[in-house]
């Protein structure tokens, strides 16, 4: 059987405010490492357990087991030993793992057991008219972002500009 996520694993820690990672009786905590980047001489990430993502940073000491490649971007880890820290300035948590062990490799892609509810599965493809004025522009459904086609443009010097200005005036004569 291939390793997974400890289902519910990062709503747990951070439901529980007194969560300590060095006890002996605490659940097995399995997570995706996800969008590995490197910060300085250490690599931050998303912990993600299927169902939620929190923001996560290694300590320097595993900077060698990531360069190493047994953590990879996309692989499972085992936290053994973590602290759940406040972001400055904001109401969210982030973890600091200074202990952790590879669990599996990169697997193929984003672990989620999100899936669609039967209502939106259900939900008929709204059809595009020929004729729509927003025909041509690109919609992004999921955040609500409408992209318009570029409009062309002619570059005119500052000379042209002027004299189009001075032809579309009304005669000296009709102004008195």
């Known amino acids: ?3 997974s996520v400890t289902p519910d694993a990062i709503s747990a820690v951070l439901s529980n405010p007194s969560f300590d990672s060095s006890s002996s009786d605490r659940p097995e905590i399995v997570v995706q490492v996800v969008d590995l980047k490197p910060i300085g001489n250490r690599y931050s990430f998303m912990a993600n357990d299927g169902k939620m993502k929190v923001k ?3 300590t320097a000491s595993l900077t060698p087991e990531i360069i190493s ?3 990879q ?3 499972l880890i085992r936290l053994q030993d973590f ?3 406040d972001m400055s300035g904001k109401s969210k948590k982030y973890f600091l793992v200074t202990k952790c062990e590879a669990v599996a490799s990169a697997l193929d892609s ?3 057991f999100e899936s669609k509810s039967e209502e939106e599965a259900s939900e008929p493809k709204k059809q595009k008219l020929d004729h729509s004025p927003v025909n041509d522009a690109k919609t992004n459904a ?4 409408t992209l318009k086609p570029k409009q062309e443009f002619v570059a005119k010097s500052a000379s042209q ?3 189009e200005q001075r032809g579309n005036a009304a005669p000296a004569a009709r102004t008195a």
């Open 1 to 3: 059987m291939q390793p």
């Open 56 to 58: 996560a940073m290694f």
């Open 69 to 71: 490649g047994n953590i």
């Open 73 to 75: 971007n996309l692989g």
């Open 83 to 85: 602290i759940v820290n």
């Open 110 to 112: 984003e672990i989620n």
């Open 142 to 145: 999921s955040t609500g972002i």
């Open 161 to 163: 500009i002027i004299s």
